[in-house]
């Protein structure tokens, strides 16, 4: 099992960044995926989650952290086993290191009902 992220750096306050979480070693298409960051001497902390689209028409459920609503989005693309974050407005609080996790059933916050986490990318927002 494989989880990688890319697309951190460091921006400016209010700048975009877009993290990718590629995915391999199982069933991703059946996976609810998220993303967790961790600041400087923080715990892990839910940011944002996507289930698995199943046959829903309407397409897969999210859910947000509320500090991220209306900023962050995240969506993923089953044909290429990647899920992503595009985060907008970015704002120096944002800044920590971004890990994207997965686990088969449906979405939950806590960290500790995950099966299979990514090695986590920096985010760093200056003021």
């Known amino acids: 099992v494989q989880l990688v992220e890319s697309g951190g750096g460091l921006v400016q306050a209010g700048g975009s960044l877009r993290l990718s979480c590629a995915a391999s070693g199982f069933s991703f298409g059946s996976s609810a995926m998220s993303w967790f960051r961790q600041g400087p001497g923080k715990g892990r902390d839910f940011v944002a989650a996507?289930?698995?689209?199943?046959?829903?028409?309407?397409?897969?459920?999210?859910d947000y952290k509320d500090s991220v609503k209306g900023r962050f989005t995240i969506s993923r693309e089953n044909a290429k086993n990647t899920v992503y974050l595009q985060m907008n407005s970015l704002k120096p609080e944002d800044t920590a290191v971004y890990y994207c996790a997965a686990r088969y059933g449906r979405i939950v916050q806590a960290p500790r009902n995950y099966d299979y986490w990514g090695q986590g990318t920096q985010v760093t927002v200056s003021s």
């Open positions: 996507i289930s698995w689209s199943g046959s829903n028409w309407s397409g897969s459920n999210t």
